[in-house]
């Protein structure tokens, strides 16, 4: 069955840090892969999907098909990061509104 | 363009009855999914409609059904309510095709059964 896998419940740094959001999933095919965040008090948004190779907001994904990965980074972390982000899976080429999501991260950037 | 907007926001259901969820999709969007949010298992899947037919569904029970008009807007409906329903249930749109598209949320319903 297909799984995704956000292993940190809660990531904790400080301004400037680096920031790294593990993301791990099980499909044995070829898997279309997103982060969404949800800043407090909005609604659930797209960050940004493998296929499209984009930094948004200065986040970058890579997949890792050997490892099953596809970690969210970001260099130097702002206040303005902290937010829920949900890694998802799709296993119809995104073409389909059938996300498998994990549980989320809740990422903390302190001053 | 206007979001995707879903009503009730709040909505407080005795065990045993039955109760109907709206979404309207963003305009042009043809595909509407639903997901469940809970504390315990997070944002689970449970079905997507397109050109009013069920493309793809979860693993929820019978319970759970739904359907979609020809303007797209969706309706989602819940019988025989058991307190593990409360949950935050989330409507998405998107465009559909070759992909991978974009889901836009919209701001959810609270269900809470008592």
């Known amino acids: 069955a297909q799984r995704v896998t956000q292993p940190e419940k809660l990531l904790s740094v400080f301004k400037g840090a680096p920031v790294e959001l593990k993301c791990n999933y099980s499909?044995?095919?070829?898997?279309?892969l997103f982060w969404y965040v949800q800043y407090s008090r909005q609604r659930l948004q797209l960050l940004l999907r493998?296929?499209s190779r984009e930094s948004i907001k200065g986040f970058t994904a890579d997949l890792n098909k050997g490892e099953t990965s596809f970690h969210l980074k970001k260099p130097f972390a702002q206040e303005e990061d902290s937010a829920m982000y949900y890694c998802?899976?799709?296993?119809?080429?995104?073409?389909?509104?059938?996300?498998?999501f994990g549980k989320g991260t809740k990422l903390s950037v302190k001053p | 363009k206007a979001g995707v907007t879903q009503t009730p926001r709040y909505l407080i259901k005795t065990r045993g009855q039955q109760v109907t969820l709206s979404c309207s999709p963003i305009?042009?969007?043809?595909?509407v999914s639903w997901y469940q949010q809970t504390p315990g298992q997070g944002l689970q899947f449970l079905f997507e409609?397109?050109?009013?037919?069920?493309?793809n569904k979860g693993n929820f029970p019978g319970r759970f059904s739904g359907r979609q008009f020809s303007n797209s807007r969706s309706e989602m409906n819940v019988s025989t309510l058991e307190l593990g329903d409360s949950a935050l249930y989330l409507c998405?749109?998107?465009?559909?095709?070759?992909?991978?598209?974009?889901?836009?949320f919209g701001p959810g319903t609270r269900l809470t059964v008592t």
């Open positions: 998405a749109s998107s465009l559909s095709g070759t992909g991978p598209y974009e889901q836009y």
């Open positions: 499909y044995s095919g070829s898997p279309e």
């Open positions: 493998h296929i």
């Open positions: 998802a899976l799709s296993y119809n080429g995104g073409s389909q509104g059938n996300l498998i």
């Open positions: 305009s042009g969007h043809r595909s």
């Open positions: 409609y397109f050109s009013e037919t069920q493309r």
